[in-house]
DNA sequence: CCAGTATGCCTGTCTGAACCTGTATTCTTC
DNA sequence: GAAGAATACAGGTTCAGACAGGCATACTGG
């Protein structure tokens, strides 16, 4: 058996290559839960390529649990994926000791920052915060903290107020209609500071395993930046392609 | 008596010319990776000769990694440029610090590592080992290790004999018909061993970035299994996609 | 208003032809 | 004897078409 991953396309028959297509668009949230695909005759003209062939890339994406057919009816996305690049192509943060963990959050409010504006090319310094912490809900020790900052713009402006949907801060921003794509990722080991260190009621300058990330929309528009500050004893990273 | 020598065009028969003239048109990118050849019997109007000859040609070519063939499709490049898998795909160590690296290799050898072969799947517990350790040329502080372990195979065993082609592994690999594709792998943060510590000259304890990654090759066959510790004073990890 | 029907679009299934690679065999030529 | 050419067959892939039956909507006659 050979296996292959949705990154690679080469030297893949039709069926796969238009079946990771789809896979795409689904994953990255162009498509959402429960919307309906094109018809099987549709695709055939999106693909020119004979109705056999779809209907092997559908039953592909049936396979792995993307979509359901009905008869008369179509083809529907039954796959609700929360962290939409998440399994694709981000790093995935596995948790070692799966402990009892509390989430906290510290705060969801605009805030200011210049030097990230810069940073990402930006020319409004406005942002969207959201951090997270959270610690073991046994003997309330760190596990993670997560700062989140949005670009702001005008779609999002009432998230503060609004709140996040479902908890969701992916499937908020989905709602705003912005979807991820690609990006870019740095992995490395930091002390950790005094802020920090006080949130997470552990010693200053412990070293903690940290990722950045920024996620970019299909347009090249940056989405949002996070940083995320994981308990080195607690995780560990995992990605595949 | 006819010399012969490998690399040139010199004295070669029909299959090797036209696998170099193909192999020409891949590396000048008038073939991009990805891109479907033409069929074995339009070549065979193109070249003006037999099909067996023209498989001998793409026979030559895939143990190059430069294409890969699927029945009742046809033949793709593989070949996008450079390194195929190795940096594309994979999280790239960014060294900080810029400075003199020393590379020590530590052995090159057989080895039996039952452990490893039972984590891996493999029936044969023998294994390539290559070890290399690079250091600081300036005050001789730890950069990184690296633990490299390629299952045995008829292909490479007189490796450790004939030593690296180029001082490359990856290069000797694929001079055997070895290619990367797929893979896996997990960062996290662990404390330096006793004896890693000691090659570095380092404190045992000290905490080190841990990269592990299984590289298979596009069969699924497992090909390299890598431990890299990574001094993170020196380096970030990075990927984009 | 309502039940029955016609129509159009959908998926499910099957077929044969054309083209692809994989493999083996035989013949020719040097 | 070795290299290449010619041929044949097996089996995978794709295409184009045809037919079936499920589903939804609109229309029609009562």
Redesign the interface.
């Known amino acids: 058996?050979?296996?292959?991953?949705a990154?690679?396309?080469?030297?893949?028959?039709k069926p796969e290559k238009i079946a990771q297509i789809l896979e795409t668009e689904i994953r990255s949230g162009r498509l959402a839960h429960g919307d309906q695909l094109q018809s099987e005759n549709e695709l055939v003209r999106r693909f020119a390529v004979s109705r056999s062939t779809v209907r092997k890339s559908l039953s592909e994406l049936t396979r792995r649990g993307l979509i359901t057919t009905s008869v008369g009816i179509g083809s529907f996305v039954t796959f609700d994926g929360n962290v939409v690049a998440d399994e694709a192509?981000w790093?995935k943060a596995l948790e070692k000791a799966g402990a009892n963990a509390l989430t906290r959050t510290l705060r969801l409010e605009i805030v200011e920052d210049r030097a990230l504006a810069e940073k990402l090319g930006l020319e409004s310094a406005e942002f969207i915060a959201l951090d997270r912490a959270r610690t073991s809900a046994d003997d309330g020790h760190a596990i993670s903290i997560e700062h989140s900052r949005i670009p702001m713009m005008p779609e999002i402006e009432n998230l503060p107020v609004k709140g996040l949907r479902d908890g969701s801060l992916h499937a908020t921003l989905r709602e705003a209609g912005l979807h991820p794509d690609?990006?870019?990722?740095?992995?490395?080991?930091?002390a950790l500071g005094a802020d920090d260190a006080e949130i997470l009621s552990c010693q200053p300058g412990a070293?903690f395993?940290r990722t950045r990330r920024v996620i970019r929309t299909r347009e090249g528009r940056v989405m949002e930046h996070i940083t995320s500050l994981l308990n080195?004893t607690h995780?560990?990273?995992?990605?595949?392609?």
Do not use: K, Q, Y
């Not at 058996?1 to 991953?5: A, D, G, L, N, T």
């Open positions: 058996m050979v296996r292959r991953s990154s690679s396309a080469i030297a893949a028959g192509g790093t690609h990006g870019e990722e740095w992995i490395d080991v930091v070293m395993l080195p995780f560990a990273l995992h990605r595949e392609f």
